[in-house]
């Protein structure tokens, strides 16, 4: 099955500073690529997404970009905010087989 | 978004007992319901995915006897833990999801609070 491998597995950063998680996938048929935030005791929640056919896609401070050669894809955290804390995660899917594949997590911590 | 329940929300039995664990979808029809395991250091590792009406489909070193799972209506499934060992003892969390809204777009899953099932 897909390999999805995440890094880092913390990241501390200064409020107002990015932030930038970084994920690889192993299954080159994978084409939707969901990132989710998990705040602490609270269930995952998506955040924003993105598919095969695009490079990439902003919402606000958040971006995410894909390198479909590379099979890579990160989240960017612009303008960090306190709020921002939690564990983020990658996913990896491909729609005809309905599997979702997470990267192992990374906590990120935003300090005031 | 849409609201997907889990019971129990903690569960302590004994080894070699059962215990079943209810995932349901509030206020949406869930075509699809997905089985995780959350491991402490924070991975959502994929068990098993169901869709309403037919047999799940176990990924790969997941006991599908040991793991049942069951999808009897667009709303409700439920894993039950057979003969639990200690080493069952983990966080379950279920998602639900109609499938992406048009072919190719976003996939959402919505998803339960978990269980956290204690096996002594």
């Known amino acids: 099955g897909e390999n999805v491998e995440q890094h880092p597995s913390t990241l501390s950063v200064q409020e107002g500073d990015s932030a930038v998680i970084k994920c690889t996938y192993s299954?080159?048929?994978?084409?939707?690529f969901p990132w989710y935030k998990q705040e602490l005791g609270k269930r995952p929640q998506l955040i924003i997404d993105?598919?095969?056919?695009?490079g990439e896609k902003k919402d606000q401070r958040i971006a995410v970009t894909l390198n479909k050669t590379a099979k890579h894809f990160s989240l960017h955290i612009t303008e960090t905010q306190p709020e921002d804390s939690a564990v983020y995660f990658c996913?990896?899917?491909?729609?005809?087989?309905?599997?979702?594949?997470f990267g192992s997590g990374t906590k990120l911590n935003v300090k005031p | 978004g849409a609201v997907v329940s889990q019971h129990p929300s903690r569960v302590i039995c004994k080894s070699g007992t059962s215990v079943k664990i209810e995932c349901r979808s509030l206020?949406?029809?869930?075509?699809?319901m997905f089985w995780y395991r959350q491991f402490p250091k924070q991975s959502l590792m994929l068990m098993a995915t169901?869709?309403?009406?037919?047999?799940?489909?176990?990924e790969q070193g997941v006991e599908k006897d040991k793991f049942l799972i069951n999808h009897a209506s667009l709303t409700l499934s439920t894993l039950t833990v057979t003969s639990a060992h200690p080493e069952d003892s983990s966080f379950y969390i279920c998602?639900?999801?109609?499938?992406?809204?048009?072919?190719?777009?976003?996939?959402?899953?919505?998803f339960g609070p978990g269980t956290r099932l204690t096996v002594t």
């Open positions: 299954d080159s048929a994978s084409n939707y």
């Open positions: 996913a990896a899917l491909i729609y005809n087989f309905n599997k979702f594949y």
């Open positions: 998602s639900a999801s109609s499938g992406p809204r048009v072919p190719g777009g976003t996939y959402e899953q919505y």
């Open positions: 993105i598919r095969s056919n695009v």
């Open positions: 169901s869709n309403e009406g037919s047999k799940a489909t176990y």
């Open positions: 206020d949406f029809q869930a075509t699809t």
